[in-house]
């Protein structure tokens, strides 16, 4: 569901992305840093996945009621971190979140507001089954 961030403001941090793509693979994770162009373009069928959870997610956040839309198609990282900093305020569900700490940078699908000040985070998933990596995701 996410969008990527391809703003200089992002080479900051570590992304989630990265983050799994490194669990995954150390030699993926340099090469995404420092020879991103080595890194084919998603085939057709691996397309049509991602464009499949993007469905998936958009059928997700009709699950929420009076929600907001922080992130999505913004693609600079400064302004969807000020965005989400905006939405925490309204306790509302929220679609797309960024958060950055100490060198790190992730995006929530959505972030749900709890009783008290606590928010539940949730990953939306198109797949039937769960496999680790979702445990790290």
Not at 35 to 55: M, N, S, V, W, Y
Request: aromatic content about 12%; charged content about 20%.
């Amino acid at each position: 569901m996410s969008t990527p961030i391809t703003t200089q403001a992002a080479a900051r941090y570590i992304s989630k992305s990265k983050f799994l793509h490194g669990f995954q693979c150390p030699k993926l994770l340099w090469t995404a840093y420092n020879a991103k162009h080595l890194i084919p373009e998603p085939k057709a069928q691996t397309q049509a996945f991602f464009d499949q959870g993007h469905q998936v997610g958009n059928m997700a956040k009709k699950l929420f009621t009076n929600s907001v839309e922080v992130g999505e198609g913004v693609d600079n990282l400064d302004k969807v971190l000020r965005l989400t900093q905006e939405a925490i305020k309204s306790r509302r569900p929220f679609f797309e979140p960024a958060f950055a700490y100490q060198g790190g940078y992730a995006r929530a699908d959505i972030l749900d507001p709890l009783e008290g000040n606590s928010w539940d985070i949730i990953e939306v998933k198109s797949s039937t089954s769960a496999r680790n990596v979702y445990i790290f995701d």
